[in-house]
């Protein structure tokens, strides 16, 4: 396994938000990760790189990473793009893209392959980030991440708040580099898009995981997606 | 017209000098989330390092020996001291920094006792330049105002085209996010926090013989530091530069002022009725001069909330 979450808890300050999480992702697998809102599903990325206080066991190509400081778990080659995009509004474009370049091995991904991926980065190259739309920001923080060539990408939530183009647009990217031979964990809300892109799928609620499958056996499952998706 | 070329001259020194103390101060909140309260202790101590430095060595130096001490001193601090308070939270950290003020302020006394210590301009600089408005200037002066535009520019160019400074520019609005690209944080706060102290020992060497070093002087002048990154916008750096030359200027220009308050406002055409409250129309300008930041602070946060140039509110 790529990675192997065992027993995962998370908390914020007192109030414990995940409950003993099990998650696995196999190298080159898109896995999804779904749930309502507040089930504990960005807690659940933060947790594994180290932005909230934690406890379990987190193995990364073998390595325990349960205690590591977020800059040693991205070394290590985990990519993230949180939910808020956290561009960095007043540095441009490409100066944004250059900050997700690592120190150490690396080099798969570049300037020229954003640009190509999604070509209005390379327009609005010198534009402060900030001054970006919704859309281009969410290309951009993916396109950031990317920049550490990361073996495995957490996203969160790429296509929430945009306009059908764009979500296809992110959709698109999404797929392209996954053929590129990067591992994907998924953060969706949109359970199209997860059932059509996803090898594997999971389902939180209440911070536990409380279905595990694949697209074809939650598709057929109707009394998981009402209990623990439809709104 | 002299006049105001002196008020204008003096101004820029003063403001520059301001912006060496709250360009590290603002930083380190933007960055840490933290108002250092020691910060103008940092610059206390390097005025009076630089007394002693210079008494051995020259004040040659001092110029260089004393910000990278001072610089020194402050990554220690954070690094052992900070880092270790900063997960018990902001309070704890801010508490941290309050007791080390306290201790610089105890500390300083001890060793070089409670009065003004003669710390002197060097002989090489100590020479009226030129005259204007019937005042000799002061070579020194415009040594200390190369300097500061020295450091500016040094500091312009280390945060718009290094790759760190990209990383402290982006650590301002997304520290976490840093972290999770990779980029060791904890390290770069470090750096920022020696950096900061470093340039507020530089103001130390600098000033400390052209005004007085004395154990009181981090007091008077933290306050207008601490009115100044507020007023330019915690975590602004162009915010913190406005406000230094505003203040450098306003107060340069309100303590060479002699003419009576009622005066000036009527000078400005703003008219008062001094037969009221006739006293307070008589203080002249000179004597309101300490209050002028504070009451600039006022207006500016009652006008703007973040501050001139803040992002968020203070
Ligand atoms: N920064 C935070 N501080 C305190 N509670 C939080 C914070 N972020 C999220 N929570 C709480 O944790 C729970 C899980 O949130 P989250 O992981 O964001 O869920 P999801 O991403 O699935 O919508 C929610 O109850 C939410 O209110
Ligand atoms: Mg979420």
Redesign the interface.
Known sequence: MMLSVQGLQAWYGKSQVLRGVNLQVARGEIVALLGRNGAGRSTMLKAI?G?VARDGRIQFDGTEIGRL???Q???LGLG?V?EDR?I????TTA??L???E???PGGKFGLDDAYALFPRLRERADAPAGALSGGEQQMLAMC??LM?SPALLMVDEPTEGLAPMMVQKVRELLVAVAARGVTILLVEQKLDIALAISQRLYVMGHGEIVFEGTPASLAGNAQVRREWLEV | MEQLGLILLNGLVYGLLLFMLSVGLTLIFGMMGVLNLAHASFYMLGAFLAFTISIRLGFWAALIIVPVLVGLIGAVVERYGLRTVHKHGHLAELLFTFGLAFIIGEVVPLIWGRTPVPYRVPAALDFPLFSIAGNAYPAYRLFMMAVAIAMFLVLYLALARTRLGLVVRAALTHPDMVGMLGHDVPKVFTLVFGAGCALAGLAGVIAGNAFTTEPGMARSLGAIVFAIVVMGGLGSIWGALVASLLIGFVQTASISLDMPLGTALMHLGIPVNTAMLTDLWQITIARVAPVVPYVLLILVLALRPRGLMGTRSA
Not at chain 1, 88 to 91: E, G, I, K, S, T
């Open positions: 790189m932005g400081a977020p800059h778990v991205a070394r993230y949180p956290s960095f509004p007043d540095l100066q944004n250059i900050l997700g690592k120190p150490g950031r991440t550490g």
